[in-house]
């Protein structure tokens, strides 16, 4: 066959073209990565530097604080200030040596065999996500779930991006297996998952974030509980961070994820009390869901309704009602998270809020005989909280004073604590994952400390108010 010179050249520019293309956009990438990479060992070295300057400061100024003691143990105040403070942190170390304690008793649920599966509604609410919806929904479909037993279901909540197109190229690629629905309007997530929860047909109702993606054995992981107890209500996830390679602040969140997780979560199944199980992943016996859906939809704050916490808000009213909530370690969800300052602080603020409402909630049944066995466990965990939320203002105070009277003492001896009290989480990620990536939880600290202190303040303040916060557009994927 003869190839004419004419085709031979245009083969060879499109060759040309498509090779330049592939390494213009390799270039780009590896300009990215060294200065990502690069930005995060200035950002890390800093951390240290920091750290080493206070435990110098601290050695430095160790008389200074011996004599500021000593000033403040001279008066009335300083001492009962002192009494207060050392009975506090008797408090909180005696607790964290419980939460470690109950941490070692913990083991996840092995998975039950493809006969005791029960039949599960998969419900992926969505709102502005784009493109990752398509992906969230690629993901669960490729879970290895009997799929007799298996239903998905997804609901734009009145989206004013693509989400509604790449729901619909997704049902094109799963056909009957994939259920879609359209909001008229956005009327926010949880009448988005009232919805679910009233058209699904499955035993077992599982919510993911539409921005979320699975392991293929997570959902069988997940359900085991819910088949193995009988008194078990609802499953809390162990949740990931997606984007972790995106930005300084995912690699910190995910640290905090694995503490907040694999350990703090972990601890509390023990006490079959897990007091938040995640939008991001999260499994429900339908009679569970069915027994308070009317209250939880309903539910207002101040008088207003509530639109935000509408997974705690659940959490909390399943175990209201005597059942047990539980966590599986084994059953992943990786998620994305904010990478600017602005949508983080956002995030905390509307968790925030959530945590505020639903632990006064939590005040009206925690100490009433709202289940059988022991609720000492329960009672200590809704403490536990209620303590840092009731110590806030006076913490906020007393820093603010101590800012102000020795402001070098004070820098020295909270880089000091974030030293101290990180550590745990640093070698806890380590052990789990990854010693470099650990070392984030330094980093993430002293953002906390500098940098979002005044979120449970305003939180607090603020808890009557509403708005997701976070539901803003991201750039546009066209389909």
């Avoid at 004419?4 to 780009?28: C, E, G, M, P, Y």
């Avoid at 039950?112 to 609410?125: G, Q, Y």
């Amino acid at each position: 066959m003869k190839i004419r010179k004419q085709d031979f050249n245009q083969s060879n520019i499109s060759i040309t073209a498509n090779l330049n293309l592939f390494v213009h956009l390799f270039q780009t990438k590896l300009k990215r990565f060294k200065k990502e990479n690069l930005w995060g060992i200035l950002v890390l070295s800093a951390t240290f530097l920091l750290i080493i300057d206070a435990v110098y400061l601290g050695v430095i100024l160790r008389k200074d604080i011996a004599i500021y003691n000593a000033q403040r143990l001279s008066t009335t105040f300083g001492v009962a200030l002192m009494i207060f403070s050392i009975a506090l942190l008797l408090f909180k170390g005696s607790f964290f040596i419980y939460t470690l304690f109950r941490y070692f008793k913990y083991k996840p649920i092995t998975s039950v065999s493809d006969t005791e599966l029960p039949s599960c509604t998969v419900i992926v609410p969505a709102y502005n996500e784009g493109k990752q919806v398509y992906d969230t929904l690629m993901s669960l479909a490729q879970s290895e779930y009997p799929e007799e037993k298996f239903e998905l279901l997804s609901i734009d909540d009145g989206s004013q991006d693509d989400t509604w197109p790449w729901m619909i190229e997704a049902k094109k690629v799963l056909g009957d297996r994939l259920k879609i629905h359209q909001q008229p309007e956005n009327k926010g997530k949880r009448h988005a998952l009232y919805y679910g929860f009233n058209n699904g047909t499955g035993d077992v109702f599982v919510t993911v974030d539409s921005d979320s993606i699975v392991n293929p054995d997570t959902l069988r992981n997940l359900i085991g509980p819910l088949v193995t107890d009988e008194t078990c209500g609802a499953v809390a996830g162990n949740i990931r961070v997606l984007n972790k390679d995106k930005g300084l602040l995912p690699k910190m969140l995910d640290v905090s994820f694995v503490l907040s997780f694999e350990f703090v979560r972990s601890a509390e199944s023990t006490l079959k009390s897990v007091l938040c199980t995640p939008g991001a992943l999260a499994a429900y016996r339908r009679a569970a869901v069915f027994n308070c859906l009317q209250e939880w939809m309903n539910q207002t704050f101040m008088g207003n309704p509530s639109d935000i916490g509408e997974d705690r808000a659940l959490t909390n009213m399943i175990l209201k009602q005597g059942y047990h909530v539980l966590f599986q370690r084994n059953a992943y969800a990786y998620t994305n998270v904010p990478e600017k300052y602005r949508g983080l602080y956002k995030m905390f603020i509307r968790w925030g809020r959530s945590n505020v409402r639903e632990n006064i909630e939590m005040s009206k049944y925690v100490f009433k005989n709202f289940r059988k066995g022991s609720k000492l466990g329960t009672r200590l965990l809704f403490l536990s909280q209620s303590v840092e939320i009731i110590m806030t203002y006076p913490f906020l105070i007393l820093m603010i004073l101590f800012i102000f009277t020795h402001p070098i003492l004070f820098l020295s001896s909270t880089f000091l604590s974030i030293l101290v009290v990180s550590t745990f989480p640093v070698l806890f990620y380590a052990k789990r994952y990854d010693i470099k990536a650990s070392f984030w939880a330094y980093t993430y600290s002293i953002l906390y400390t500098f940098g979002l202190f005044w979120i449970t303040p305003y939180a607090i303040a603020t808890a009557s108010k509403s708005g997701w916060l976070t539901r803003e557009l991201p750039k546009s994927n066209t389909v």
